[in-house]
Every structure is written in C-alpha cells, then in structure tokens.
C-alpha cells in the first residue's frame, strides 16, 4: 500500500516527510506504520515498517537514525557512520549524506529543520518539556555550529496534537507561567477549571523567536483524526494498553 506522507515546500528540495498511519505492517492498536521500537508492538512488523520509511528516503535502513527520546533539550551531531541505537537525546542535526535523520511522534511535535544552501538538516522531538527546555533553539544552535547560516534555517513542525483536543490542569499552567508569564496567551480556558494548551503555537513562537528564516505547522492534529494519525492521549482515553509512534525524516 502507498504510504502517506506530508511533506512541505519549506523543506524543499530536501527529501522529507511527516509519515502518517497508512501502508504500515502492523495491527490491533499499532495498525499502519508504527515506527516506535519502544512500543510493545512486534518487533518484526516495526522493522518492516522502519523499512518502508527508509525505502521512501532512499537509505538503507540502517541509515534512518532515530533516538531514544527523553524530552530533553540534547542534541546529537549524526556524521557519515549513523549512531549507536539506544542514544538518548531529542534532536539530531547533520551534515553527512546517506543518513535521513528521524523522530518519533504520537501528539508531540515533531519538527524537522533544513539549510539547503549550507547542507545542513535537523530533527527534533518536542513535547510540552523538551519545547519548554529549549530543544528547538538548541538544534538551531547546533545547525549555526556546523555551518548553517540561521536566516537561512527553515522549520516545519508535523501532525501534533491542537489546542482543542490538549486539556490540562492548574499546576500544568503555573509551571509554564513560572517560565514567563506571557506564556498564559498559549491557554484557554476549558472546562470544570482545566485549560486548553496550544503546543504548535508555542512552539512556532519559540521557533519564530530564534531568528530564522521560516517556522510552519502542517496544520495536522494527531488526536482529531484516528484513521490518520497515532496519539498517546486518544489512546489513554479510549483505555488501550499501548499506542503506535509516527515517524518524521529529513536527508540532504
């Protein structure tokens, strides 16, 4: 089946795309492309599944890096040779041909990031924690380290969960308060004394905030379209044991 992907002039030329549930090899509640090796899903089906990605990039499947994401704001520079599975960060950024570089989503953002005139591209996985401690500025930083002329970057954050479908509490509020308090223009009440969080607009005000060149969002909520989309919070509130992970990828 043809997989589907959303892809984004922004990022033009660079090969890329925010991959969606259709085409995948796995069922139940993984049904569709679970790209998530830390999902209880089986691990034959989330390899094929990881293939298909990487057959859709043109790399090897070896070469589609992902890392274990602890909504951190930690960057890891991918040279030629890929990375050791199991790293522990939230953002990658290269400038080595042959790698696609990736991250895993289920309603956090998964943002990906190119500076085609420097032949530099980036991936990052940012949540509500790792937006919050700076995981975007900090892959754009690493991207100016290697090169990367910052006017220059464009960023595109993929299906991630909207305002509408993002309930939290008080203490939710007084935590990002306690940052700044011109983040209370990101919540909107809701109901019973909870408020509605606007994750992608936060994160393209961090984005726009950095200085470069272009911040997007597709536009996509993970929550609001289940045929399309995997997300954790659905999945919580319909009482499902697990749940499948999105991929997002990037190469030069």
């Known amino acids: 089946m043809t997989l589907d992907i959303i892809t984004s002039p922004d990022l ?24 998530g090796r830390g999902s209880s899903d089986q691990t034959e089906m989330v390899e094929i599944n990881r293939s298909r990605v990487a057959n859709e990039m043109g790399v090897s499947p ?3 890096i992902t890392l274990y994401q602890v909504h951190s704001a930690d960057v890891i520079e991918v ?23 990736g991250t895993l989503s ?3 953002q998964p943002v990906l990031f190119a500076e085609p005139g420097a032949g530099i591209v980036g991936a990052a996985h940012a949540g509500w924690k790792g937006a919050l401690a700076g995981v975007l500025e900090a892959t754009i930083d690493a991207m100016v380290s290697l090169g990367a002329e910052r006017e220059r970057i464009a960023a595109v954050i ?38 509605q969080f ?16 272009s911040a997007q969002w597709t536009g996509h909520c993970t929550y609001s379209d289940p045929e399309r989309f995997f997300s954790y919070r659905r999945s919580v509130h319909a009482g499902h044991a697990d749940y499948g992970r999105m991929i997002a990828a990037i190469r030069l």
Do not use: W
């Open 106 to 108: 289920a309603d956090c």
């Open 79 to 101: 040279g030629p040779d890929g990375l050791a599975p199991g790293t522990k960060a939230d953002a990658l950024v290269t400038r080595a041909t042959g790698v696609a570089l």
């Open 198 to 213: 606007d994750l992608p607009g936060f994160g393209l005000m961090r984005l726009r905030a950095s200085g470069i060149g």
């Open 158 to 195: 993929g299906p991630t969960i909207s305002q509408r479908a993002y309930e939290v509490g008080p203490e939710f509020l007084d935590t990002f308060l306690a940052a700044d308090p011109d983040h209370a223009r990101f919540f909107a009440n809701g109901r019973n004394g909870r408020y």
């Open 12 to 35: 033009a030329p660079l090969r890329h795309g925010f991959f969606a549930r259709r085409g995948g090899a796995s069922s139940g509640v993984f049904e569709g492309l679970n790209c």
């Open 62 to 64: 070896d070469r589609l």
